[in-house]
């Protein structure tokens, strides 16, 4: 089979790879959609040509191994692959947290082959039913970045009762505008793109923000009667943005992160301490979590398809991946026929 690599440079290459066999309790999927990930652009610059890329699966049960039976993965049924290895038996594991194995995990795209191939393949324990409503381009975006942001509110408990500022709308911030939403919320959403900043309208979001054009604290107090927002969210890795993300933040407010990577600094007495301030930090999601962002998109008829601006096939990697890079589209995908 062709599978995808990065060689760095923001240079790619398709190259051949063995069929997967599955081992004892390990499933082959066809793959059928792959997404294109904001985490998927470190390694695009720096190189990792030994594992094929993409850790957004999404397919149906092609091959069974030993060990994995019927009712567990039937031939041919559509899945979401929750994109890590770990051992299967420690507590996080049995939770679904495979990406918490005590003894280590492993994720696909990076430290295990990944979905931007024809085939992946992946324990059996990873894959969660794709619900017949949604698209397997769906299902990929659910499979992370999606996910991400819905596991996110889940932990600052986002309703109809809260102001949420995202800073950054890329993939998983856009996600998050148009999940929180659904769930109810008022959403400012935070970003220099004017691109990104229209999308986000577009979703959802009541107010969309530039903070390149004054401060972006300020302008989200004046919208709360001086206040702050009730949660903030961070989607960036930017140093900056996550400072931000506790300043806008009121007394007694909630901010948690999930961009990726850098540091940040933070004026911990105002912003921390004397607000009394819940932070918090979340780490893509579980199986369990991941099951449930599907039901949720489909009981609430949220056109997920609408965070896709583009979508390719695997021959046009080169391409997708320079127009990736250029931070300017919403959501990219690969699609398998």
Same mark, same amino acid.
């Given at each position: 089979?062709?599978?995808?690599?990065?060689? #760095?440079? +923001? +240079?790619?290459?398709?190259?051949?790879?063995?069929? %997967?066999?599955?081992? %004892?309790?390990?499933?082959?999927?066809?793959?059928?959609?792959?997404?294109?990930?904001?985490?998927?652009?470190?390694?695009?610059?720096?190189?990792?040509?030994?594992?094929?890329?993409?850790?957004?699966?999404? #397919?149906?049960?092609?091959?069974?191994?030993?060990?994995?039976?019927?009712?567990? =993965?039937?031939?041919?049924?559509?899945? $979401?692959?929750?994109?890590?290895?770990?051992?299967?038996?420690?507590?996080?594991?049995?939770?679904?947290?495979?990406?918490?194995?005590?003894?280590?995990?492993?994720?696909?795209?990076?430290?295990?082959?990944?979905?931007?191939?024809?085939?992946?393949?992946?324990?059996?324990?990873?894959?969660?039913?794709?619900?017949?409503?949604?698209?397997?381009?769906?299902?990929?975006?659910?499979?992370?970045?999606?996910?991400?942001?819905?596991?996110? @509110?889940?932990?600052?408990?986002?309703?109809?009762?809260?102001?949420?500022?995202?800073?950054?709308?890329?993939?998983?911030?856009?996600? #998050?505008? +148009? @999940?929180?939403?659904? $769930?109810?919320?008022?959403?400012?959403?935070?970003?220099?793109?004017?691109?990104?900043?229209?999308?986000?309208?577009?979703?959802?979001?009541?107010?969309?923000?530039? %903070?390149?054009?004054?401060?972006?604290?300020?302008?989200?107090?004046?919208?709360?009667?001086?206040?702050?927002?009730? =949660?903030?969210?961070?989607?960036?890795?930017?140093?900056?943005?996550?400072?931000?993300?506790?300043?806008?933040?009121? %007394?007694?407010?909630?901010?948690?992160?999930?961009?990726?990577?850098?540091?940040?600094?933070?004026?911990?007495?105002?912003?921390?301490?004397?607000?009394?301030?819940?932070?918090?930090?979340?780490?893509?999601?579980?199986?369990?979590?991941?099951?449930?962002?599907?039901?949720?998109?489909?009981?609430?008829?949220?056109?997920?398809?609408?965070?896709?601006?583009?979508?390719?096939?695997?021959?046009?990697?080169?391409? =997708?991946?320079?127009?990736?890079?250029?931070?300017?589209?919403?959501?990219?995908?690969?699609?398998?026929?």
């Amino acid at each position: 089979m062709r599978g995808l690599v990065f060689l #760095g440079e +923001q +240079q790619v290459e398709l190259r051949e790879f063995p069929d %997967p066999k599955p081992g %004892p309790g390990e499933v082959v999927v066809k793959m059928r959609a792959s997404g294109m990930c904001g985490s998927d652009l470190r390694p695009y610059a720096v190189g990792q040509s030994r594992f094929v890329t993409g850790h957004e699966p999404c #397919g149906v049960v092609a091959e069974r191994g030993a060990g994995v039976t019927e009712a567990q =993965a039937p031939i041919g049924a559509r899945v $979401m692959v929750h994109h890590y290895w770990g051992c299967g038996m420690c507590k996080h594991c049995r939770v679904g947290y495979t990406q918490m194995c005590v003894h280590g995990a492993r994720v696909m795209g990076f430290s295990a082959d990944g979905g931007n191939a024809e085939y992946v393949l992946a324990p059996a324990g990873s894959l969660v039913p794709l619900p017949e409503e949604l698209s397997f381009a769906e299902g990929a975006a659910i499979s992370c970045g999606t996910g991400t942001a819905y596991s996110a @509110l889940k932990r600052l408990a986002v309703s109809g009762r809260d102001t949420l500022a995202i800073f950054g709308q890329g993939p998983v911030g856009l996600a #998050g505008t +148009q @999940l929180a939403t659904a $769930m109810g919320a008022r959403v400012f959403a935070i970003d220099p793109l004017p691109e990104r900043r229209a999308l986000a309208s577009q979703l959802g979001a009541e107010v969309a923000l530039d %903070p390149t054009a004054g401060s972006v604290v300020e302008a989200i107090r004046e919208l709360t009667h001086g206040e702050g927002a009730d =949660a903030t969210l961070d989607c960036t890795g930017n140093a900056e943005a996550r400072a931000n993300c506790t300043k806008a933040a009121r %007394p007694w407010g909630r901010a948690c992160f999930v961009g990726e990577q850098g540091t940040a600094t933070f004026d911990m007495t105002p912003d921390v301490i004397h607000k009394q301030l819940t932070m918090y930090g979340s780490w893509t999601f579980s199986t369990v979590l991941l099951a449930e962002c599907a039901q949720f998109a489909v009981d609430r008829r949220i056109p997920l398809r609408d965070v896709f601006t583009e979508s390719f096939a695997l021959d046009d990697a080169d391409a =997708a991946f320079r127009k990736f890079s250029g931070r300017t589209m919403g959501k990219g995908v690969f699609v398998f026929e």
